[in-house]
C-alpha cells in the first residue's frame, strides 16, 4: 500500500513537474505580447510625431517660397512704379503717390485722430500717461512700422539694384 502510495504521489509529482514549464511559457508569452504592445503603441506615437514634423516642415518651406514671391512682387512693383513714361504730370505724379499718402496718414490724419483720442481719454478722467500708452497701443506701433519698413526697404531693394 505504501508502495502504491509512493508511486502514486511520484506520478503526481511528475506531472506537475511536467506542468511547470508549460505555466511558465505562458506567463513568458503573456508579458512579451505586453511589450510587442507596448512597442507598437511607441511605435505609432513616434511614426505620429514624425508625420506631424513632416507637415510643419512642408509647411514652413511652403512659406519661405510665398514670402520670396511677395518680396519679389514687391521689387517688381516698386520698379514698374519707379519707370517713367516721359510725360511730365504722370511720371510727377507717379513719383508723389507714395510721399503724399504717407503725409497725409502719418503727419495728417492719423495723428490728429490719437491727438483728438488723447484729449477724450484726459477729458474722461484718465491720466496723462495711462491715456498715451492706450492711444499708442500695438496696432498704432505695427502701422509705424510697417510705414518705416516700407521706406526703408524701398531704399534697400533701389541700392541693390
Known amino acids: 500500500m505504501l508502495e502504491g502510495l509512493i508511486t502514486l504521489l511520484g506520478g503526481g509529482l511528475g506531472g506537475f513537474l511536467r506542468l511547470v514549464p ?15 504592445l507596448a512597442m507598437f503603441e511607441k511605435q505609432i506615437e513616434a511614426d505620429r510625431i514624425r508625420s506631424q514634423l513632416k507637415i510643419e516642415e512642408t509647411a ?15 521689387k517688381e512693383g516698386i520698379r514698374a512704379q519707379g519707370q ?3 510725360n511730365p504730370w504722370i511720371d510727377g505724379l507717379n513719383q508723389l503717390v507714395r510721399p503724399l499718402i504717407t503725409f497725409q496718414w502719418v503727419i495728417l490724419l492719423y495723428p490728429g485722430v490719437i491727438v483728438a483720442t488723447y484729449i477724450l481719454m484726459l ?3 484718465d491720466g496723462a500717461l495711462n491715456a ?9 506701433k505695427a502701422m509705424v512700422a510697417g510705414i518705416v519698413n516700407f521706406w ?8 541693390q539694384r
Not at 514652413?60 to 514687391?74: F, P, R
Open 22 to 36: 508549460e505555466i511558465m511559457k505562458f506567463f513568458t508569452a503573456k508579458g512579451d505580447r505586453a511589450h510587442e
Open 132 to 140: 498715451l500708452v492706450k492711444v499708442f497701443g500695438p496696432e498704432e
Open 84 to 86: 517713367m513714361t516721359g
Open 123 to 125: 477729458q474722461g478722467g
Open 152 to 159: 526703408f526697404l524701398d531704399r534697400v531693394i533701389k541700392h
Open 60 to 74: 514652413a518651406a511652403g512659406q519661405v517660397v510665398l514670402d520670396a514671391a511677395g518680396l519679389e512682387a514687391l
